[in-house]
Structure formats: structure tokens, C-alpha cells
């Protein structure tokens, strides 16, 4: 059932990641690659799962799955730029 829960975790990161990719491609900048994104999307799912499992234990694999969403959208959301507001250097 574990198998289950890590496959299904890393499918919903490379969908997530995907997703982000698409829906906000102006957003990434040249300080965070695709690659980054696409990586950090499926490891932070698979991360997620094996808290999820740690915590919940067995036989809560929607729950798990779940979890390992919801850690893979706060992640990658870490790494969007915003666009709009002006940078300030460190000696201003």
C-alpha cells in the first residue's frame, strides 16, 4: 500500500509542478529554473506522503494523498517570484 501512496504522491507533484509551470510561466525568473520547479514539485509530494503515512499510519492513503498535496503547492509556492514589486538592494 506504501508503493501505492509514494507513486501516487509523485504523480500528483509532476502534476503540480506542471500545473504551476503553465498556469504562471512569467513568474518563474531566471533565478529558479523549470528543472527546479519540476524537481522540487514530486519531492516535496513524496516528502509529504511519508509524513502523512508517519503520522496517520496505515490504511488513510486519500488522506496521505492529500497531505502530499498540500505540502508540494506550499513548496513550489516558495518558489514564485513576484513580478510587480521593485527590489530593494540590501543598502538601501
Do not use: C, K, N
Not at 31 to 49: D, E, H, I, K
Not at 51 to 76: E, K, N, Q, Y
Amino acid at each position: 500500500m506504501i508503493l501505492w501512496e509514494a507513486l501516487g504522491s509523485v504523480l500528483i507533484g509532476l502534476a503540480v509542478s506542471y500545473g504551476a509551470l503553465r498556469w504562471l510561466p512569467a513568474r518563474y525568473g531566471q533565478f529558479r529554473p523549470r528543472s527546479l520547479a519540476l524537481a522540487t514539485g514530486p519531492v516535496a509530494a513524496l516528502f509529504g506522503a511519508l509524513i502523512g503515512h508517519s503520522v496517520l499510519g496505515p490504511g488513510h492513503a486519500p488522506a496521505v494523498l492529500a497531505v502530499s498535496l498540500g505540502v508540494s503547492v506550499a513548496l513550489l509556492s516558495l518558489l514564485v517570484r513576484q513580478g510587480d514589486r521593485p527590489r530593494r538592494s540590501a543598502t538601501a
